[in-house]
């Protein structure tokens, strides 16, 4: 699938500038300024505005106001945002020397009045925080790309699970993975990697030195177009213990739950406490603590962390990656809450699965495959 195959639609165009000058009329603004990678691809419809990878902000900058919609940008980025990202969607472009001005004074021509931005500029209001609502219910276009992008994810974690060996480095074990997601056009946005007792030592466990004696942990972060996919997969040589058997059943179990209650309509506080109360009947009461439990994803990792006390409720078409561990052991994909069923897009049919019944619903989840 190319960048060309999935160029943005007219309806998909209108709709994202339809939020945004809905949200400009609700909350008195003349103008919204969107600075940050993930707003520019939402609004853009998949464009890319990174340069660098360790920054949220992009290298380009949006301006929206009631009857148009502008690009500021610097003459470095200008050929390109015009011929590979935003050719047709109907930017107006204000380039400038990469030696000259800044961007408050760029905006400051294009509008007036109250203007919100999601990063601080001088002469607008910070809105980072109202934002990321309108992104959260997916256009049919941004479902179809996320598809692609969680099958692709799920591709990578199979093939890199598969092709490690024992003693290899973590360091290697994340080569694998991330040099897979890298040739078929997908940036690391995150790549954990942890071998046997590191497993069960950390949550967020980065690359090391360590070599894999009989386990492995594969944790993706897979981007592209903006969007983000996140998964977990555990690999393991030999038979599996009877402890980490009773523990992954119990992820699986709890996994499950969150899984089967991301439902349209449905509080995420609700959905959180369902999760809670899994893991106390699976009998791990407390290891929800030694980690947050995953929550509404899209177009960042996660917008929010499910809670109790949450006011969030699940939007039609919105994605989740929920991410429940037992010490020594996790369970994680990204999901979309469709409005008659809850799509698990990250799921690979290479891998070992386990159906966990939950009420009257069947939920498939990813077990540990054993080499």
């Known amino acids: 699938m190319t960048r060309e195959s999935l160029a943005a639609i007219a309806n998909e165009i209108a709709e994202k500038e339809r939020r945004v000058r809905a949200f400009m ?57 015009l011929d590979e990202e935003l050719a047709g969607q109907g930017f107006e472009f204000r380039v400038r020397d990469w030696w000259a001005g800044g961007l408050s004074d760029e905006v400051g021509k294009l509008a007036s009045g109250r203007i919100a931005a999601d990063t601080p500029i001088d002469g607008t209001d910070l809105a980072a925080g109202q934002i990321p609502p309108m992104r959260y219910s997916l256009t049919e276009q941004e479902i179809e790309r996320y598809r692609w992008l969680g099958r692709q994810t799920g591709e990578c974690l199979s093939w890199a699970a598969h092709a490690v060996e024992p003693a290899m480095t973590e360091h290697q074990v994340a080569g694998l993975l991330g040099g897979e997601m890298i040739m078929r056009g997908i940036t690391a946005h995150l790549i954990l990697v942890a071998a046997d007792e590191r497993i069960a030592k950390y949550r967020h466990p980065i690359p090391t030195d360590k070599r894999v004696g009989k386990c492995v942990m594969l944790v993706a972060g897979a981007k592209r177009w903006g969007l983000i996919v996140s998964a977990t997969r555990l690999v393991h040589f030999g038979p599996l213990s009877a402890e980490l058997r009773r523990k992954h059943d119990a992820v699986m179990a709890v996994d499950a739950e969150f899984i089967t209650h991301t439902r349209p309509g449905m509080s995420v506080a609700d959905v959180f406490s369902k999760g809670v109360a899994a893991y106390e009947r699976e009998g791990f009461a407390d290891e929800w603590r030694l980690h947050h439990q995953g929550g509404s994803a899209g177009y960042a990792a996660r917008d929010y962390r499910a809670r109790t006390g949450i006011s969030e409720v699940v939007q039609a078409n919105q994605a989740f990656a929920w991410n429940p561990s037992i010490t020594g052991t996790k369970c994680e994909d990204t999901v979309i809450a469709l409005k008659d069923r809850t799509e698990i897009i990250s799921a690979h049919g290479d891998w070992p699965m386990r159906e966990i019944k939950v009420g009257s619903s069947v939920v498939q989840r990813e077990d540990i495959l054993e080499l």
């Open 25 to 81: 009329t609700e909350k008195g603004y003349d103008a919204v300024v969107l600075t940050t990678q993930a707003n520019f691809a939402w609004f853009t419809c998949g464009g890319d505005s990174h340069v660098g990878y360790g920054t949220d902000m992009g290298c380009v900058s949006v301006v929206v106001t009631q009857d148009a919609k502008y690009l500021i940008c610097e003459n470095i980025e200008a050929p390109r945002m």
